[in-house]
């Protein structure tokens, strides 16, 4: 039997106490009560299990699932063919546009897959290229939908009803489209408005053959596409197969929304909203939430005519993800525009929680004293901490590191290389590191990918802001309300933990002295290195 609207059912109290909890709104369509959920007995063994299939399907065979394969030898073969015979004879921004288009229209009628790691590249701006970026944007919520028939299938057979008894009103239409499932508003029989999350037929079993043929094929794929070049494309498709694998049950993705949802609340980060999942309706297909709404990401001047603070609500967003990381092992781990609106109140909606970082404690505590010893500026210990994430080989010498990195002299500007001093840099470091096995784990890329999108973030909401400025406000945070436990979980003494803004200038090539560094300054020094790299990639080689 479906749960009464609050209106009718909830006390006072249920309701203060599900807020208590939780961050949710303060008022739901329903009341959240852990010990009433009926999915979420069995969750912990069912979250083992599936990540104990990834060995076996990370494992390289003989030969791949063959017809997939073929297949998506054909469409991606193709499309670099294409690319190679037209746009990269005239270079520069024009090669990388087409090579982007080309890779975007191969992907899509491949699949859930490919669609999904379009998606995951989609978010990493300033780690691929831009115009990979953005054409691959499209893959976020503009996939071809499944026609309604199928929806209403998928939905009948998850829920044991038929879908008239369980909804007044199921729009047609879907609010928005992607690689494993798309979204539709809904209202149910007891009035409340929901967004209903269903999973497109027959993902699993195509997902787990494209992973199999991914790992087949990933070897080969080493240095042979230019968009790859600063990846490892095993480690890739590894990563990729751990944090796709876990999307294609939905009750996991549920948890995923509570989990989070009290540990912003515990964390007294209320500015950060997330809906609440329907205590009866999910299932492995079939997610329906409370329906939120709100201002778009980029709709900035609606925000400020709205009395919103963007900065402060930036800084907020940033501070609940690296509470998440360092002090919780939790957090979001697909922070881009799509996935959040700003409400009138200016809180922020925070939806689609499929990829969601967990960190163990040993691999929580690395990330901790990764982040304290890279605010004092210990290059050795942040290396350490690397080590320790797994982002290292265990017998990895770490001098060597510094010596061979150059990481104990001072630091040079990119800016004031040329195009060939700057690319040959790269492709020194580059192969440096994957020399001693670096590689970013699961937690490590979605925490990097969701910096990215920070600094997008930076870019839309507060461009002028001192980066300097924030960064110390945001330490001075930790400092006094999680310093003595970040200091003694770390067993970084305090004196060791104090802040050093060399280090992060030195990330961005700025000598100490300088003492302000805007959103804007930053991209303009982008701008002159990928113009230098544009002018290497163009030179003809000897």
């Known amino acids: 039997m479906l749960q009464a609207s609050s209106s009718e059912s909830d006390t006072a109290e249920d309701i203060a106490s599900d807020v208590e909890f939780f961050a949710f709104t303060d008022r739901g369509p329903w009341t959240i009560d852990p010990a009433r959920i009926t999915w979420l007995p069995g969750l912990k063994a069912l979250r083992e299990q599936t990540q104990a299939e990834l060995p076996d399907l990370l494992q390289r065979r003989l030969m791949p699932p063959l017809g997939r394969f073929l297949e998506t030898a054909y469409r991606i073969g193709g499309a670099l063919l294409a690319w190679r015979l037209k746009e990269q004879r005239q270079g520069g921004a024009v090669s990388r546009a087409g090579i982007s288009r080309r890779l975007r229209q191969a992907a899509e009628p491949l699949g859930p897959a490919y669609i999904k790691l379009g998606q995951i590249v989609s978010s990493g701006k300033g780690l691929f290229p831009d115009e990979l970026v953005d054409e691959f944007k499209q893959l976020r919520d503009q996939v071809k939908p499944e026609p309604f028939d199928v929806v209403r299938q998928t939905v009948e057979e998850d829920l044991g009803r038929s879908l008239d008894s369980v909804f007044s009103s199921f729009d047609r239409e879907c609010l928005a489209s992607a690689s494993i499932a798309q979204v539709h508003c809904a209202t149910l029989r007891t009035g409340e408005k929901v967004v209903v999350k269903v999973q497109r037929p027959r993902v699993a079993k195509s997902v787990r053959q494209d992973i199999q043929a991914m790992a087949w094929i990933a070897p080969h794929l080493v240095g042979r596409i230019p968009v790859s070049a600063l990846a490892n494309p095993p480690a890739l498709v590894e990563l990729f197969a751990e944090t796709i694998i876990e999307e294609l049950d939905f009750r996991l993705e549920a948890e995923n929304m509570l989990d989070i949802a009290r540990i912003f609340a515990e964390a007294n980060q209320r500015i950060i909203v997330v809906p ?40 907020a967003l940033i501070i609940s993800f690296l509470e998440g990381a360092m002090i919780y092992g939790v957090f979001h781990g697909d922070l881009h525009g799509g996935n959040l609106f700003v409400m009138p109140e200016g809180r922020i909606a925070l939806f689609d929680y ?189």
């Open 354 to 542: 499929g990829i969601t970082a967990r960190m163990d404690e040993a691999q929580r505590l690395a990330f901790l004293r990764l982040m304290m010893l890279g605010a004092a500026n210990d290059i050795r210990g942040q290396l350490e901490a690397y080590r320790d994430l797994g982002a290292l080989r265990a017998d990895a010498d770490l001098d060597a590191i510094i010596r061979e990195l150059k990481l104990d002299q001072p630091v040079v500007d990119p800016t004031k290389l040329s195009s060939a001093e700057l690319a040959h840099e790269i492709q020194y470091v580059t192969k440096a590191l994957i020399g001693y096995g670096a590689k970013l784990p699961k937690p490590l890329m979605v925490f990097v990918k969701n910096m990215l999108f920070i600094d997008d973030a930076i870019a839309h909401l507060a461009p002028e802001i001192n980066l300097f400025d924030q960064v110390v406000q945001i330490y001075t945070y930790f400092a006094e309300t999680h310093g003595e436990r970040m200091v003694a979980e770390s067993g970084i003494s305090p004196g060791q933990s104090s802040l050093d803004l060399t280090g992060f200038k030195a990330s961005i090539g700025l000598s100490k002295d300088v003492e302000s560094l805007t959103h804007r300054d930053l991209q303009k020094r982008r701008e002159i290195i990928r113009a230098r790299l544009d002018e290497a990639r163009e030179r003809p080689r000897a």
């Open 276 to 315: 609440r999942p329907h205590p009866e309706l999910v299932t492995k297909r079939v997610l329906v939430m409370e329906r939120l709404s709100g201002f778009t990401y980029q709709d900035v001047e609606a925000m400020k005519a709205a009395g919103i603070d963007t900065t402060a609500m930036l800084q």
